[in-house]
């Protein structure tokens, strides 16, 4: 079936520094990539939606110069955590829609990175 | 908008017992549901899914009746296991196409032996 790939799955970084997550449709193409932010114990909340070879749309209240998203391809997409703090530590949760590949159930999720800030 | 409540957790049942774990939803048309379900420290899996009133969706022993009358999602399994533990959620898009998923909050299901 469809799978996304996501790294790394766990990142500790230093407070003002910048982390890149990744995540790469293995036998699709995603057209669409959705990025959620997961808070303990709490249901996902939609970042961004960010169509290949287009501006990504962020949702009220992201910050778009913070969370740099790249879709340049139909196969890989990235979420840059500029200038990261303590309160940007979360559970990062990628999903991709799509095009091709085979068992296709519309949305398929990577496995997520946490992201610790220290 | 569009919002999907589910019943709070954790839901704590004994190996074999019967689950039920109570999904409502408000939607404008026809949406689609959907069913997920997250393991510790890991992403999402499609557990399963239904995309017109009446349809059934089932997996993995899991089932949900999509009904529109009631505007539920209700998931059901006959007999859960330990490793059925995990957080589930219930989700929705607004169409039969591929839009944005609103969630609910999960609901943590607690299996013990």
């Known amino acids: 079936g469809a799978v996304v790939s996501q790294h790394p799955s766990w990142v500790i970084c230093k407070s003002g520094t910048s982390v890149k997550i990744e995540c790469r449709s293995l036998?699709?193409?995603?057209?669409?990539m959705f990025w959620y932010r997961q808070f303990p114990k709490q249901s996902l909340m939609l970042m961004a939606t960010?169509?290949?070879?287009?501006?990504?749309?962020?949702e009220q209240g992201v910050e778009k110069d913070k969370f740099l998203i790249n879709h340049a391809s139909l196969t890989l997409s990235t979420l840059t955590v500029t200038s990261a703090h303590p309160e940007d530590s979360s559970f990062y949760i990628c999903?991709?829609?799509?095009?091709?590949?085979?068992?296709?159930?519309?949305?398929?999720f990577g496995s997520g990175t946490r992201l610790t800030v220290v | 908008g569009d919002s999907v409540t589910q019943m709070e957790g954790p839901v704590t049942l004994s190996e074999e017992a019967f689950l039920t774990i109570n999904c409502t939803y408000t939607?404008?048309?026809?949406?689609?549901l959907f069913w997920y379900v997250q393991y510790p420290g890991e992403g999402l899996q499609l557990l399963l899914k239904?995309?017109?009133?009446?349809d059934k969706g089932s997996n993995k022993g899991f089932e949900a009746t999509y009904r529109k009358e009631t505007t539920s999602f209700h998931l059901e399994k006959g007999s859960v296991q330990v490793s059925d533990s995990a957080v589930y959620f219930c989700?929705?898009?607004?169409?039969?196409?591929?839009?944005?998923?609103?969630f609910g909050k999960g609901t943590m299901l607690l299996v013990s032996p």
């Open positions: 239904a995309t017109k009133a009446d």
């Open positions: 989700a929705l898009t607004p169409n039969s196409g591929y839009s944005t998923l609103t």
């Open positions: 036998d699709f193409q995603a057209t669409t």
């Open positions: 939607a404008t048309g026809y949406p689609s």
């Open positions: 999903s991709a829609s799509g095009t091709g590949g085979t068992g296709f159930d519309g949305y398929t």
């Open positions: 960010s169509n290949e070879g287009s501006k990504a749309t962020y």
